[in-house]
């Protein structure tokens, strides 16, 4: 959080100075509001690319919260997540025109992710991109029973105990660990059908049943594969000291878990001696519940401008430009602001020429599964409830306290907004 404060000092500094020399006039200058750096590079580029509309970036940890707490919004363009909540979804203008105009059309997107922008019979959001979950190996590993670019969880156990080894003095080598990274333990729950989901009041939602056949999966997976928790915490002791890039070229580790965002933040050089599997439960892998979503606000003054940048960004040559400039930049960031684009002819046409590790790995439409609407609070119950309770569950055999019960609590006592 502290670096994307930093990559958006400029921006803000930029603002401001434009704010006093570009007065909002006639729409032909907007503010676009984000927590997510790329902008600031794509911002640049469309001012530069055209010499009539002015975007200018701002940045804001929540941009829904204004909406939510104030009913209205100072800014003329949002791009953030959890955008599709009930909650949200009326305080956006619509943007059927840009498929009444044939500026766009609905087929460039994934249906999934577009109908999810549909308010009162109007579309009001777009999909901007989305993350994946991914396991990385050692780059030519051949891996038995492993076809094709996904991996559940009996192939991963299966591997798991082929690579481990033990010695009187405990463990040498250890397959996967899912206490290494807590979002294992998360990513786990989606594949056990949790079912995260908003409920028509806007309230959180989940299969109790999807839940506890999560955290029994956890503790059997440590328990009868791992011999325990205390042979993972001596492991983990002795030898995750290291980075996890380093420990899986030496062969102490067979994987580890990372998103796919996160695996493109590491070096070059230390991606190309990795090649990643995406996680899959029947044939489906399950897509990051932090979707990004474009949408202008009721009341914008910047509508003009906000609709140009929106032309502008979704076409396929502009995506391109975007990815060769941020490989020419060298930056670490993956795709199309951090993910895969929401069109896929970008990712199954554009992108490998740009990511070539990928030629092969690119799941299509068929293999995605796209999440539901979350409430805005979301992140918070994530951070604050979910994962400390699944970190807990993981450590211990037995459940004192149940999800509902936590977040009840948490509930309680977090402060009004």
Same mark, same amino acid.
């Given at each position: 959080?502290?670096?994307?404060?930093?990559?958006?000092?400029?921006?803000?500094?930029?603002?401001?100075?434009?704010?006093?020399?570009?007065?909002?006039?006639?729409?032909?200058?907007?503010?676009?509001?984000?927590?997510?750096?790329?902008?600031?590079?794509?911002?640049?580029?469309?001012?530069?690319? &055209?010499?009539?509309?002015?975007?200018?970036?701002?940045?804001?940890?929540?941009?829904?919260?204004?909406?939510?707490?104030?009913?209205?919004?100072?800014?003329?363009?949002?791009?953030?997540?959890?955008?599709?909540?009930?909650?949200?979804?009326?305080?956006?203008?619509?943007?059927?025109?840009?498929?009444?105009?044939?500026?766009?059309?609905?087929?460039?997107?994934?249906?999934?992710?577009?109908? $999810?922008?549909? #308010?009162?019979?109007?579309?009001?959001?777009?999909?901007?991109?989305?993350?994946?979950?991914?396991?990385?190996?050692?780059?030519?590993?051949?891996?038995?029973? $492993?076809?094709?670019?996904?991996?559940?969880?009996? &192939?991963?156990?299966?591997?798991?105990?082929?690579?481990?080894?033990?010695?009187?003095?405990?463990?040498?080598?250890?397959?996967?660990?899912?206490?290494?990274?807590?979002?294992?333990?998360?990513?786990?729950?989606?594949?056990?059908?949790?079912? #995260?989901?908003?409920?028509?009041?806007?309230?959180?939602?989940?299969?109790?049943?999807?839940?506890?056949?999560?955290?029994?999966?956890?503790?059997?997976?440590?328990?009868?594969?791992?011999?325990?928790?205390?042979?993972?915490?001596?492991?983990? $002791?002795?030898?995750?000291?290291?980075?996890?890039?380093?420990?899986?070229?030496?062969?102490?580790?067979?994987?580890?878990?990372?998103?796919?965002?996160?695996?493109?933040?590491?070096?070059?050089?230390?991606?190309?001696?990795?090649?990643?599997?995406?996680?899959?439960?029947?044939?489906?892998?399950?897509?990051?519940?932090?979707?990004?979503?474009?949408?202008?606000?009721?009341?914008?003054?910047?509508?003009?401008?906000?609709?140009?940048?929106?032309?502008?960004?979704?076409?396929?040559?502009? &995506?391109?430009?975007?990815?060769?400039?941020? &490989?020419?930049?060298?930056?670490?960031?993956?795709?199309?602001?951090?993910?895969?684009?929401?069109?896929?002819?970008?990712?199954? $046409?554009?992108?490998?020429?740009?990511?070539?590790?990928?030629?092969? #790995?690119?799941?299509?439409?068929? #293999?995605?599964?796209?999440?539901?609407?979350?409430?805005?609070?979301?992140?918070?119950?994530?951070?604050?409830?979910?994962?400390?309770?699944?970190?807990?569950?993981?450590?211990?055999?037995?459940?004192?306290?149940?999800?509902?019960?936590?977040?009840?609590?948490?509930?309680?006592?977090?402060?009004?907004?």
């Amino acid at each position: 959080m502290i670096i994307k404060r930093l990559l958006f000092i400029c921006s803000i500094l930029t603002a401001a100075c434009l704010l006093i020399s570009c007065p909002v006039e006639n729409g032909k200058t907007a503010v676009l509001c984000t927590d997510h750096p790329e902008f600031t590079s794509y911002v640049e580029s469309f001012n530069t690319s &055209q010499d009539e509309y002015r975007l200018i970036i701002a940045y804001d940890e929540n941009p829904g919260d204004d909406l939510q707490t104030n009913g209205k919004c100072e800014y003329d363009l949002i791009i953030d997540s959890h955008l599709n909540s009930v909650r949200h979804l009326p305080d956006f203008i619509s943007l059927e025109d840009f498929f009444d105009d044939e500026v766009l059309r609905r087929n460039m997107f994934y249906a999934d992710l577009l109908e $999810q922008g549909i #308010y009162d019979e109007q579309q009001v959001l777009l999909p901007i991109s989305f993350n994946l979950p991914a396991i990385m190996f050692k780059s030519g590993l051949k891996l038995e029973d $492993q076809d094709g670019f996904m991996l559940n969880m009996d &192939q991963l156990a299966e591997l798991n105990r082929e690579f481990s080894s033990r010695t009187e003095k405990g463990l040498t080598a250890l397959g996967l660990s899912l206490r290494w990274n807590p979002e294992m333990l998360y990513v786990l729950t989606l594949l056990m059908d949790t079912g #995260y989901r908003e409920s028509e009041t806007g309230s959180l939602l989940w299969n109790s049943s999807g839940l506890k056949e999560s955290v029994d999966y956890i503790r059997t997976w440590t328990r009868e594969f791992n011999g325990g928790i205390t042979a993972e915490r001596e492991f983990a $002791q002795k030898f995750m000291v290291e980075p996890s890039y380093n420990l899986i070229a030496s062969g102490r580790i067979l994987c580890y878990y990372r998103d796919l965002a996160d695996f493109y933040s590491l070096p070059p050089q230390k991606r190309e001696k990795l090649k990643i599997l995406w996680p899959e439960s029947d044939g489906q892998i399950p897509v990051l519940p932090e979707v990004l979503f474009a949408a202008i606000p009721e009341g914008a003054r910047g509508t003009g401008a906000a609709k140009a940048f929106l032309t502008w960004f979704f076409k396929v040559k502009t &995506q391109e430009e975007l990815l060769a400039s941020t &490989q020419y930049k060298r930056l670490r960031t993956f795709g199309i602001a951090g993910g895969f684009s929401s069109m896929p002819v970008i990712n199954e $046409q554009v992108l490998p020429r740009y990511y070539p590790d990928l030629v092969g #790995y690119i799941p299509g439409s068929e #293999y995605l599964s796209f999440p539901p609407p979350l409430p805005p609070d979301w992140p918070q119950i994530k951070s604050d409830v979910l994962m400390p309770w699944l970190i807990e569950q993981a450590d211990s055999d037995i459940t004192s306290e149940l999800m509902r019960e936590r977040l009840e609590v948490w509930m309680r006592q977090r402060p009004p907004k």
